[in-house]
């Protein structure tokens, strides 16, 4: 019989015959073993399951136009191809622009978007009906569903006009003698004013319409119509200041500067941008809880046919990443030019600290349940060196050296450090499989180097507990011993 065989043959013995104090041992490393390998498996899996979680909070990056630059679909690929696929959630674009209800005298925040890529970067949309699948649908937010009056499966008429009108030629070059100019501006609650003006041979208007039925009747409407009021501006040259030789209309001096400054930017009638005007069907209603629902939404493809342009406002994007990595594709995205990168800070500072607690916690965790399991351990070994203090005596008193007796008690605690951490990686994985259910609502997948690690960290456990009963072990005096004492 070899040395290994004989040392591993009194190992198991000494184990065996004390089967009881060895299985609280055995079964303290298990437990710590267990939550130990429980622990690491969350605290790898928790930034992955975390970034999950915020994602339902919203996007946690903007991609924005750079100074002059327009936000395109082109230009928002290529800025999207920095960031991997797989860690790109969802990217929803929008173009805002203010479409009037003239019916209602109402005039509303657009927003053109993607409603597929919608779902993805804000989860937290609860719909009333579904969202928009065709053209000419749109999604009504429920603070202008109840100012209105609408539901699912009413019509709705949207008119679009420039606010300034797409035109080639500025304000100052359309001021030729007898053209006829038109334009708008925002009035009272920002619903547009529409005015158009016919200039004389010297470039003074001649006569003015105004189209205020976006404001309230009491007021806007009456300003239209009172001739007092329009006739201030006949032989005015443009541009005007209210206030200077233009009175406002009493009770409705927003519109009466909307209207001013209509005229200011009043442009050639065959410079503007054509009027659109579409009938919509409501596919649902939108709540929110927040700002969301005081818009209307569109899809992206109803917003160019209404405005003739495929422009983009913002891009909102859901990244699956922490905050450092988000950061560095944040800057990757900017130093391509032509957009610029932000990470919403609220949601991201969020997630970092909150991940950064979590770890913490599991970290302190872990090194408290080791704590215990090291005094456990060495609670039970000094209670076996003391049953055994005789046999020691005894075998040190026939020739056994310190190395044999430190040796074999080392051995013993290995042996039970490699087995609790064999047991504990096992009931590690189904204890943190049962909490990432209850909690996080997902399964996790099994970490290969569990395994060892759990193993590892049990076996120097397990040694360090032996150290102070092998000092005890080593320090008995054998003729003490067989004198009884």
Known sequence: MTKRRMFLRMITASLLRRRSRMLIALLSIGIGATILAGLVTIYVDVP????????????????????????????????????????????????????????????????????????????????????????????????????????TGSTMTLTWQPAQGAAEKSPEESRTPGAVLSGSAEGFGGGLVYVAAQLDSETRIASLTVDASTQTPEYG????????????????????????????????????????????????????????????????????????????????EDMAIMTGSDALDVAELSVSAGAEQLQAYADSISEQG?????????????????????????????????????????????????????EIGLRKALGASDGSIRAEFLGEGLFLGALGGVLGAVLGFVFAQVVSVNVFGSSITFQPLLLPIAVIVSMAVSAVSCLMPIKRAVAIDPALVLKGE
């Open 48 to 151: 992955r399951q975390m970034g999950a979680q915020f994602r339902s909070y919203g996007a946690n990056m903007l991609i924005l136009p750079d100074g002059d630059s327009a936000l395109t679909p082109d230009s928002l690929q290529t800025a999207l191809a920095a960031i991997p696929a797989d860690e790109l959630v969802g990217a929803a674009s929008y173009r805002y622009v203010r479409l009037d209800m003239t019916s209602r005298q109402q005039s509303f925040t657009a927003a053109g978007t993607d409603f597929e890529q919608i779902t993805k970067t804000s989860p937290y949309f609860s719909v009333e009906g579904s969202y928009p699948s065709a053209t000419r649908e749109v999604l009504v937010g429920k603070e202008i569903a109840d100012t209105i009056g609408v539901k």
């Open 221 to 300: 409407g009456l300003l239209a119509e009172d001739e007092a009021f329009l006739a201030q501006f006949t032989g005015k040259t443009l541009p005007l200041t209210l206030g200077e030789g233009i009175d406002a209309f009493s009770g409705a001096t927003v519109t009466s500067a909307a209207v001013v400054d209509a005229l200011n930017r009043a442009v050639s009638a065959g410079e503007q941008a054509q009027v659109k005007t579409v009938n919509f069907l409501v596919a649902g209603i939108l709540t929110t809880g927040g700002e969301e629902e005081g818009y209307l939404f569109i899809s992206l």
């Open 338 to 390: 032509g957009v610029q990168a932000r990470l919403v800070k609220r949601v991201t500072r969020s997630e970092a600290a909150v991940l950064t607690k979590l770890q913490s916690l599991v970290f302190l965790v872990t090194a408290v349940v080791l704590l215990l399991t090291m005094i456990c351990v060495s609670t039970t070994m000094m209670a076996v060196v003391s049953e055994r203090r005789r």
